[in-house]
């Protein structure tokens, strides 16, 4: 289990002190995929680093099953990196050495015996489906390839936790999906746990359990993937979900009327005329300003934004008839009332 | 033109090759063997001091302490501004105090490496700073330790770039060789300088010359191609 404790990291730059993490507190269990994301800039790399310590946090700590990570001694430090590996967005492969001596890289750092090291590599090599490229060179292989080789390096001295910088930033979709679905089937084979940082919703969607969104060196929103993106309370978190939604956002605040915010879960719930049947049942003919729906974790999610035509008896009304269909989530967002007393 | 004509007159050739027969095997040895020794110094010297370097750096794998850096960066400033005939003439006591004697080919090794060897650190130094800091994080990630990450990544990941620049070293220590030939030193500098200028034998001169860019020519193809042969970032 790694749990981040009260974690504050400000970096001195010529124009002041910056904190790129404040007061990040977080909880990993093991065999946990977790994901953390944010925008560039929120704090993530920085994050990820602290985690083992090539950051050294400014406060707080970082426990790894209940032992604090900022007090291990240089040898100790040393062996604790054996136990958390990482992997990064530009695969960092020795570039003059061959695939094999890449994987036997870190076992030399941790002295295994020459045969023995090139034993394990081989396996690792059979492990990430690359059996055939022990003595090919890096620049001879494509990408995802040369992520699945970092894999095996990062493999290499049984680690118990596997850190994921942006692993697949730099892949196409299709690779993508591939090296998340060996980091997946190694984390069920093995029980690893994996951090993984990431700017994009769909690998967090694909393998992740637990997610934490970073904005501004901040946790706004944690918990289960599932949860926190049909019910995405933060804007920070809105924005990941439906990037659609946080431009509208300026819409509402222009428009002048009221506005209210479904969100659904379901499948069933999508298939529901809702809008037409509110027309009918309530004679409200609310205007869809935008939409958008979303598979998260094999179920489907989706928001709409309505503008409700009328006074407030009318988004009353509305909110009420709404609320009462399963799986559905009302919030108004801009209140007739508000909006005229305001002015 | 007329002068430059008399300098060329068959018997002026024959002269010339005459000397070329008999002089030139030794030159060439020495300004050779010079060259070959001085940069395999300023290599020993230069090396370490490169690593220093990049690695003590403010931003590199082990900070050193700033005033240290500044002075040995002063120093090899210094060293590498000092025009090599007058930094010849400076070193005249240590080149006695390690060879004994300031004259002669193996004296003229001493001036040659310490003109060089702050120019290997500058070019060791470039090369390292080339390698990704990637890569040195990957290391550090890995629980390497500073040694571990000179000797295990910086430099083996740095080899194509080390073996080009010291190409770079071998073909200006050569071009030094030269001068230090007409300041005492041996080598086909001393017989250009003896034979072209202090005799007005031209065609020798040019002879010397030639050979001395045919050297340069072997020593930067096989440097390039070692570098490339060696560099397993180029797709084969």
Redesign the interface.
């Known amino acids: 289990m790694i749990e981040l404790r009260n974690l504050s990291k400000s970096f001195v730059t010529s124009d002041g002190p910056v904190d790129a993490l404040r007061h990040v507190n977080l909880t990993v269990k093991d065999g946990d995929i977790y994901g953390i994301i944010g925008m560039s800039g929120a704090g993530k790399s920085t994050l990820v680093r602290c985690i083992n310590m090539l950051e050294r946090p400014t406060e707080g700590s970082v426990l790894m099953d209940g032992r604090d990570l900022g007090a291990l001694s240089k040898k100790e430090m040393q062996e604790m990196r054996r136990t958390v590996t990482m992997i990064f967005q530009s695969f960092n492969l020795l570039m003059q050495r061959t695939c094999l001596q890449n994987i036997m890289f870190p076992l030399k750092l941790a002295h295994m015996p020459r045969a023995q090291a090139e034993a394990r590599a081989r396996q690792l090599l059979e492990t990430v489906g690359l059996p055939d490229k022990a003595n090919a060179y890096p620049a001879q292989l494509s990408g995802g390839q040369q992520q699945r080789i970092a894999i095996a390096r990062a493999l290499a001295t049984n680690p118990k936790v596997l850190l994921c910088d942006e692993a697949t930033s730099a892949l196409d979709p299709k690779t993508t999906h591939a090296i998340l679905e060996l980091i997946r089937q190694i984390n069920r084979d093995t029980g690893i746990t994996v951090i993984v940082i990431t700017h994009q919703m769909s690998v967090v969607q694909e393998i992740c359990n637990r997610v934490a969104i970073l904005e501004n060196g901040t946790v706004v929103e944690e918990g289960d993937v599932s949860q926190v993106f049909s019910r995405p309370r933060a804007a920070a978190t809105r924005a990941l979900v439906f990037p659609e939604m946080a431009e509208s956002d300026g819409l509402a605040a222009e428009s002048g009327s009221q506005l209210i915010r479904l969100i659904f879960e379901g499948a069933e719930t999508t298939q529901n005329p809702l809008i037409a049947s509110m027309a009918i049942d309530c004679g409200i003919a609310a205007s869809i300003l935008n939409a958008s729906t979303r598979a998260v974790g094999g179920r489907v999610y989706g928001y709409m934004l309505l503008d409700i035509p009328g006074g407030p008896d009318e988004l009353a009304k509305a909110v009420k008839y709404l609320s009462g269909t399963p799986d559905v989530t009302v919030q108004v967002e801009v209140e007739y009332a508000a909006k005229e007393a305001g002015k | 033109m007329n002068q430059f004509a008399k300098a060329f007159t068959p018997e002026k050739l024959s002269e010339a090759w005459h000397v070329f027969l008999t002089e030139f095997p030794l030159g060439l040895w020495e300004t050779v063997y010079v060259t070959l020794l001085a940069t395999l110094f300023a290599i020993l010297l230069g090396l370490p001091l490169g690593i220093l370097l990049v690695t003590g750096d403010e931003k590199g794998i082990r900070p050193m302490p700033k005033p240290l850096m500044k002075v040995i960066n002063v120093l090899i400033n210094f060293l590498r501004s000092v025009p090599f005939l007058i930094l010849i003439v400076m070193v005249i006591p240590l080149t006695r105090a390690i060879v004994g004697t300031s004259i002669g080919s193996v004296a003229s090794i001493v001036p040659l490496v310490v003109a060089a060897f702050p120019f290997v650190a500058r070019l060791v130094e470039s090369s390292l700073r080339e390698l990704?800091p990637?890569?040195i994080?990957?290391a550090?990630?890995?629980?390497?330790?500073t040694w571990?990450i000179v000797f295990?990544?910086m430099l083996?990941?740095s080899?194509?770039s080390l073996i080009t620049n010291f190409t770079l070293a071998i073909t200006t220590i050569l071009g030094y060789t030269a001068m230090s030939g007409a300041m005492g030193g041996g080598g086909l500098g001393k017989i250009a300088i003896n034979y072209g200028y202090s005799r007005y034998k031209y065609a020798v001169l040019y002879l010397a010359v030639i050979v001395l860019v045919l050297l340069v020519q072997v020593f930067q193809s096989i440097g390039t191609r070692l570098a490339s042969r060696?560099?397993?970032?180029?797709?084969k």
């Open positions: 990704d990637n890569i994080e990957m550090q990630s890995m629980g390497a330790s571990e295990r990544v083996p990941e080899v194509p060696l560099d397993k970032r180029i797709k």
